[in-house]
C-alpha cells in the first residue's frame, strides 16, 4: 500500500467507516459513520476505555529514539522545555518509560501544576536489555522508585515496555499481578501493554488484563507491526468494543513522515 495511493485523510477514513471509530493521538472517538469530519480538536477531552480515564485526544511522548533512560529530547537537553511547552498549549497526556529516562524531566516541568490536571503514563522494562540494570524486580518496588522519580502519589498507566511475542502473558506474569496488586491499592489506575509484534498484539486483544494498549499505526505501515494498516485496524476496533483504552504510536512511522505533505 504506497504513499501514492493512499493519503493520511483517506487512511482516517477508512478506519472510521463500518464501526464509526477512528484512532487519532491517543485514544479511540466517535466520529460520525459518514467518515472523519472535515475538522476535529486534538485538545479535545476523551476516554481511555473503560478505565475512566479523561484526557485530551493528542498526548506527547517522550521517549523518540529512547534506550537505557535517555531519549533524542533528554540527550539534547530540552526536555522540561519541550514538556512544558506541550502543556501549555494544551496537551494533558505525558508518555513515559523507565527506558526514556524522562521521568524527573517530566516532573519537573509539570511542577507547580495540579496533579489532577494531567494524566501520566509510564511503562516498565521487564525483559533483556533496555535499562542498565539486569536484575526486575517486581512491579510494586518498580513503581515505587517511579512515583519518587515522577514526584506524584499516584500513576494513571503503567504498561510492560515492548512486547515482542505472543507469549508475554505467561511469561510476564509475576509483573502483571503486581501491577493488578498496585491497582487493587489505587497506586495506578490502569495497566497494559506496548506491543512490538503482531503477535503480542493479537495476544492483547484477547486478554482481560489489559486496560490500556500501546498500538503502532500509521497509514503507510511504518515502523509497524503490519506493513498493511488494514490488517492492524480490525485488530483496533476489538480493543475498542471491548472497551480498552488505545494509545497510538509511531503516528508519523518514527519521525520518517515527518515532512511527508500528504
Known amino acids: 500500500m504506497g504513499k501514492k495511493n493512499f493519503t493520511r485523510r483517506q487512511f482516517m477514513t477508512t478506519m472510521a467507516a463500518g464501526v464509526g471509530t477512528v484512532l487519532a493521538g491517543n485514544a479511540i472517538i466517535a466520529v460520525p459513520r459518514g467518515g472523519m469530519p472535515e475538522m476535529f480538536d486534538p485538545f479535545q477531552t476523551v476516554t481511555l476505555g473503560k478505565t475512566g480515564i479523561k484526557t485530551t485526544l493528542l498526548g506527547m511522548g517522550t521517549g523518540y529514539s529512547g534506550y537505557n533512560r535517555s531519549s533524542n529530547i533528554t540527550r539534547a537537553g530540552v526536555a522540561e522545555s519541550i514538556i512544558r511547552a506541550a502543556y501549555e498549549?494544551?496537551?494533558?497526556?505525558?508518555?513515559?518509560?523507565d527506558s526514556y529516562g524522562t521521568h524527573p524531566f517530566?516532573?519537573?516541568a509539570l511542577k507547580g501544576i495540579p496533579r489532577e490536571n494531567y494524566v501520566l503514563g509510564t511503562k516498565m522494562w521487564v525483559t533483556a536489555g533496555g535499562i542498565p540494570e539486569q536484575e526486575r524486580p517486581d512491579s510494586e518496588i518498580v513503581v515505587d522508585r517511579f512515583r519518587k522519580e515522577l514526584k506524584t502519589d499516584y500513576l494513571d498507566v503503567v504498561q510492560l515496555h515492548c512486547m515482542t511475542n505472543g507469549e508475554w502473558s505467561d511469561s510476564q506474569k509475576r509483573f502483571m499481578d503486581g501491577l493488578e496488586n498496585l491497582k487493587a491499592k489505587q497506586i495506578i489506575r490502569s495497566h497494559g501493554?506496548?506491543?512490538?509484534?503482531?503477535?503480542?498484539l493479537k495476544v492483547a486483544s484477547e486478554h482481560p488484563w489489559v486496560d490500556v494498549i500501546h498500538v503502532r499505526i500509521n497509514p503507510f505501515g511504518e515502523a509497524m507491526d503490519q506493513k498493511d494498516p488494514a490488517l492492524i485496524v480490525p485488530v483496533i476496533e476489538k480493543f475498542h468494543k471491548a472497551g480498552k483504552?488505545?494509545?497510538?504510536?509511531?503516528l508519523i512511522g518514527g519521525g520518517?513522515?515527518?515532512n511527508d505533505p500528504v
Open 245 to 250: 483504552g488505545v494509545i497510538g504510536m509511531k
Open 193 to 200: 501493554v506496548s506491543v512490538h509484534s503482531f503477535d503480542a
Open 89 to 97: 498549549r494544551g496537551i494533558r497526556y505525558f508518555d513515559c518509560a
Open 106 to 108: 517530566t516532573s519537573a
Open 256 to 258: 520518517k513522515l515527518r
